[in-house]
């Protein structure tokens, strides 16, 4: 009896990861910082030598990474010596890059493989998908874009279109806009940076959010459109300008070495109002996807599909028929799974689903 192949994807940047795929199943999912302890590492070469990976040459190996145009070489020789790994372990061929015997529609972007997973993962048979990231990759297209916001129909075995694509330019070419662009989650990391909680710390800030309230004196962040205002939009991302009524005192950098309790609230408002407009932002958006795809099924996934607090109060708009799934992997480390179920789905054309029941997908 032939051996079912399987189908692997990595994600090589920061939350790094791989999973591997077999008749469609996650066999297991592994994150790089289980093993080296450091939040968010990158580069999943530990995984690799705690893994099965590539046994026998009836694996194939899809190699995924999110960089920059100009670091195109530095992760060439990531994907080299990610291979050289593998041989080295298990003395095996491995295959990297697409694979020949799979032919896509276009050629795939990063956004592409955060829909593939929540949308496979999501057990649905075709769903409408918004991506939402915070800052955003690199198109391949247009190396000078990042793409924050992507709208679209997914279906079995692998239909993807793309509905609406809103992008921001890339740190490097920013200078080159003549107005501020940004998406939401830009706001949001940018608010979580200036509380000191650093550019992974949106989950502090949304937490502080609930010991806010509604405050006239705190600047609103959508009422309609984003408030260009008070942010300024370096090659090093979005950076909050803060005003009088929520400047720090002297001496101090950081939320939690606030001393006066007045200020510590009003930063809690400042947060309650982020919070509140991320959401009226979200609903916004969410009810555009319904309207541009006329589907009944939703998927959300991308990095701000991460607010826990803000997917509860989307449940409260949407209309009765519609079904939501929110993907519980939305992190970039999802990519390595979006992207082996791509394989998996393109190479055998199977319209069967199997959708995640379990989160518990190290190995045994």
């Not at 399987?6 to 990861?17: E, P, V």
């Not at 990531?78 to 372990?89: A, D, N, R, V």
């Not at 993962?121 to 793409?147: C, I, K, Q, Y």
């Not at 991308?302 to 989307?314: K, M, R």
Request: glycine share 6%; hydrophobic share 35%.
């Amino acid at each position: 009896m032939r051996k079912s192949k399987s189908y692997i994807g990595a994600n090589l940047t920061h939350d790094a990861s791989i999973c591997q795929v077999t008749d469609g199943q996650i066999d297991w999912f592994i994150e790089e910082e289980r093993f080296s302890k450091v939040k968010h590492d990158k580069f999943p070469f530990t995984s690799i030598m705690e893994s099965d990976l590539a046994k026998d040459l009836h694996n194939m190996i899809q190699i995924s990474g999110l960089y920059e145009p100009h670091k195109k070489d530095e992760l060439t020789e990531y994907s080299k010596l990610f291979t050289s790994l593998c041989q080295k372990k298990y003395s095996s061929t491995i295959a990297v890059g697409p694979h020949e015997d799979i032919e896509y529609e276009y050629y795939l972007q990063h956004h592409d493989f955060h829909a593939a997973c929540g949308f496979y993962n999501s057990g649905f048979p075709r769903a409408a998908v918004l991506v939402v990231d915070g800052m955003g990759n690199p198109l391949d297209d247009s190396p000078t874009m990042h793409e924050v916001e992507t709208i679209y129909t997914l279906s079995y075995p692998q239909q993807f279109k793309k509905h609406s694509v809103n992008v921001t330019p890339t740190y490097l070419d920013v200078h080159t806009v003549p107005h501020l662009c940004f998406g939401i989650g830009m706001i949001y990391q940018s608010l979580a940076n200036y509380f000191g909680f650093g550019d992974f710390g949106s989950g502090k800030l949304m937490g502080l959010s609930a010991y806010g309230e509604e405050d006239s004196s705190i600047e609103s962040f959508f009422d309609g459109t984003l408030n260009t205002d008070i942010f300024f939009r370096s090659r090093f991302g979005l950076t909050f300008i803060p005003y009088d009524y929520v400047r720090y005192p002297n001496g101090v950098t950081r939320f939690s070495d606030i001393d006066s309790k007045d200020i510590k609230q009003r930063f809690a408002n400042l947060a309650y109002r982020v919070q509140k407009d991320f959401e009226n932002y979200m609903i916004t958006l969410i009810l555009k996807t319904l309207e541009i795809t006329g589907e009944k099924n939703l998927v959300l996934t991308g990095g701000c599909a991460l607010n826990c607090v803000a997917n509860y109060e989307y449940l409260k708009h949407l209309p009765e028929d519609v079904k939501l799934y929110v993907e519980p992997i939305s992190t970039d480390a999802g990519v390595s799974v979006g992207l082996a179920k791509i394989n998996y789905y393109s190479a055998t054309k199977s319209t069967s689903r199997h959708p995640l029941k379990t989160l518990y997908l190290g190995r045994s």
